[in-house]
């Protein structure tokens, strides 16, 4: 290189260093977070619940409700007996207290509970906060505590029966405000929460899943949960909170996947005018006429093929 060419080398390297600096900035501007786990739809499986999938409440000593909450879903307790707060919440369901469905119910929740902690790791979230986190279907551990701060967004990719786990050894704590969401065609029956201890949802914190926690579980006042509230030893405590099962009572999320017996329908005809899966059409209706069968869900008063029980 000549000394012409050496002298006049910073000027071409300058507008360079630039470039590069300006999309070194770009890399680090700030985005939401994203985590995909290797257990995705194919490799995270939901729970079988059993009896348990149709309640909305269920304690292991006691249920203790203040103010106006609704359970939409059945309500227990089992083994301890005391429910109290009910009236003024109001059960849109049955209720259970220490007899021999609520004592089902909880072996029924035992047994999914060690499903769930069974399920290998997919992505180690240890010491994040899980607001501000966009996360896609798979198993999502904590090998301590668990906190949400704002919004959690689950991006189902699609997949309406995509699953979402996440496992914590100890406890689960929402701040006021917090909120999960699941998006692009997922539903909330697809997310279950499996706590080591004892979970808390803050004040105003809206909440999707099942919770199953070995403990008890707290919602503060103003809390809605669409999902379930399943604790196996402690106490269940409310207050002015919604908690709704909505369709997951009889959807093959809580099914580990498996559809549920399809029967005809004594009263009813099936949602759009859906034939049933079964050749005989619905009693005191004319045969649907459109060919499209029951994608997975039983029609009510059918018998689940699970348990053979209703």
């Known amino acids: 290189m000549n000394n012409r060419s050496f002298r006049s080398a910073p000027f071409f390297a300058l507008p360079l260093l630039a470039a590069f600096g300006a999309l070194a900035f770009a890399c680090t501007a700030t985005a939401p977070e994203t985590h ?4 995705g739809a194919l490799g995270a499986s939901a729970p079988f619940l059993g ?10 000593s006691t249920v203790t409700n203040t103010n106006a909450t609704t359970l939409t879903g059945d309500l227990g307790v089992s083994p301890g007996l005391a429910i109290t707060g009910f009236p003024p919440g109001i059960v849109l369901g049955t209720t259970h207290a ?9 072996t029924d929740v035992t047994a999914a509970y060690g499903t769930l902690a069974g399920e290998a790791c997919g992505v180690d979230l240890t010491g994040k906060d899980l607001g501000g986190l966009t ?6 551990c904590f090998s301590s505590s668990a906190q949400l701060t704002g919004d959690l967004v689950l ?4 997949k309406a029966d995509a699953v979402f786990i996440f496992k914590t050894v100890s ?3 929402t701040a006021s405000n917090a909120s999960v969401h699941v998006i692009n065609g997922g539903g909330d029956c697809g997310v279950f929460w499996q706590i080591g201890s004892s979970a808390t949802l803050g004040t105003g914190t809206t909440f999707a899943g099942s919770i199953l926690a070995l403990t008890s579980i707290t919602l503060t006042t103003g809390a809605t949960v669409s999902g379930r509230v399943l604790a196996r030893n402690g106490a269940v405590t409310l207050d002015h909170n919604t908690v709704s099962i909505g369709s997951c009572a009889s959807g093959p999320a809580s099914d580990a996947g498996a559809p549920d017996a399809v029967a005809p329908d004594a009263a009813v005809t099936d949602a759009a005018t859906a034939t049933d899966s079964s ?5 005191a209706t004319a045969p649907d006429a459109s060919p499209v069968t029951d994608a997975g869900l039983s029609d009510a008063g059918s018998t689940d093929a699970d348990t053979g029980t209703p």
């Open 155 to 158: 991006d189902a990719g699609g």
């Open 171 to 173: 406890t689960l704590t």
């Open 279 to 283: 050749a005989a059409p619905d009693a």
């Open 98 to 106: 220490g007899d021999a469905a609520s004592l089902q119910a909880q």
């Open 135 to 140: 996360l896609t279907p798979g198993v999502y």
């Open 51 to 60: 009896t348990a999938k149709s309640y909305a409440v269920l304690g292991g």
């Open 36 to 39: 995909g786990s290797k257990n």
